[in-house]
Nanobody, 127 residues
Framework: QVQLVESGGGSVQAGGSLTLSCAAS????????MGWFRQVPGKEREFVAV??????????DYANSVKGRFTISRDTAQNTVYLQMNNLKPEDTAVYYC??????????????????WGQGTQVTVSS
């Protein structure tokens, strides 16, 4: 059973920065995707970023709305994935979730491609 614990959310003014962390524990996988999603009340969970890990190699992808502002990275030794968020905008306000899913999918930007989810962390950006 994989367990994910997010941290780092909070409140910030527009233009500010936050870094979210997602610490993973449980059965190790050699190939998997770790994604970040966000959700606001009344809307579906939205893809933000993914890091796709296969043995010692990895690749990343981002939603168009966050490209150039957000960076996903990992610390292999700590089994932790980070989401560095810069130049935050009020529309980035949401609950942010990290998730783990199979590497072998062409739909890593969909919530249905992930099997394990963290509890979520609130990010609030004020104008």
């Amino acid at each position: 059973q994989v367990q994910l614990v997010e941290s780092g959310g909070g409140s910030v003014q527009a233009g500010g920065s936050l870094t979210l962390s997602c610490a993973a524990s449980g059965p190790p996988f050699t190939s998997y995707n770790m994604g970040w999603f966000r959700q606001v009340p009344g809307k579906e969970r939205e893809f933000v970023a993914v890091i796709r890990i296969s043995w010692s190699t990895y690749s990343t992808d981002y939603a168009n709305s966050v490209k150039g502002r957000f960076t996903i990275s990992r610390d292999t030794a700590q089994n932790t994935v980070y989401l560095q968020m810069n130049n935050l905008k009020p529309e980035d306000t949401a609950v942010y979730y990290c998730a783990v899913g199979t590497y072998y999918t062409g739909t890593y930007d969909r919530a249905t491609a992930y099997d394990y989810w963290g509890q979520g962390t609130q990010v609030t950006v004020s104008s």
